[in-house]
């Protein structure tokens, strides 16, 4: 019984793996529309090149690269609101998303 039990796991485990293969481009495709849209609407003044350049790269990777966006202004908090509510909508959790920053000094 317990030779069945773990047949079944194993064949089904490569099904389970494609589809977060297949998961992970769709947000990632949903994240890069939802990126040009917000800098189509907000505008990119007061975007630093850093934030632009990081969130790009972030979808080259396919949005599977750890890189930390670190809002700074008030056009990329607002951005950076606005993507996470359109992914989170959209079924994708907030871990997902490249908005880090590092702690304050003196901050744990």
Excluded: H
Excluded at 29 to 56: H, K, P, Q, V
Excluded at 75 to 96: D, H, P, Q, W, Y
Aim: glycine letters at 4%; charged letters at 20%.
């Amino acid at each position: 019984m317990r030779a069945v039990a773990l047949s079944l796991l194993v064949l089904s485990f490569p099904v389970v793996a494609q589809e977060s293969t297949d998961w992970q481009k769709q947000k990632c495709a949903l994240y890069e529309d939802a990126w040009t849209r917000a800098l189509d609407s907000i505008g990119s003044d007061d975007i630093n090149y850093n934030f632009l350049a990081t969130n790009e790269n972030f979808i080259a990777s396919g949005c599977t690269e750890t890189i930390a966006a670190c809002p700074q202004s008030d056009k990329e908090r607002e951005i950076s609101e606005l993507l996470t509510i359109v992914m989170m909508n959209e079924g994708a959790a907030s871990t997902f998303l490249p908005f880090r920053c590092p702690p304050a000094q003196g901050e744990l």
